[in-house]
């Protein structure tokens, strides 16, 4: 984490963990700064294909795919406060479907 944060900056989750920039549904290699505004620009192609990556960490499991089903969605969401990840798998849900959203419908998805 220390070394993404202040040597590699490439993995967009990290990146865009800031609460402004956008994603927007063309993929392109690195987060781009200085969008409008100052903002960070990232694609939500890389940034679903990292929370892809982090679901099996989490205990989520994907499709052959990297789908998540409406039942295993339904089994995450009412994250227990007892499960020391609740907090993350809650943020991931979220993220998730709001990059795959991007990427299906083509629309910018907006960090703010």
Known sequence: MDRELTVSIRSHLIVHADPEGYGVPIDFEDVL???????????????????RQLAPFLGIALDGEGNLSDAEAARITPC?????????????????????????????????
């Open 33 to 51: 700064y200085g969008a409008p505004g100052g903002e960070m620009l990232g694609p939500s192609q890389r940034l679903l294909a990292e929370l």
């Open 80 to 112: 227990e406060e007892d499960d020391p990840a609740h907090r993350e798998k809650a943020a991931w849900l979220l993220l998730f479907e709001c990059a795959r959203h991007s990427v299906a419908m083509r629309t910018l998805l907006v960090f703010s």
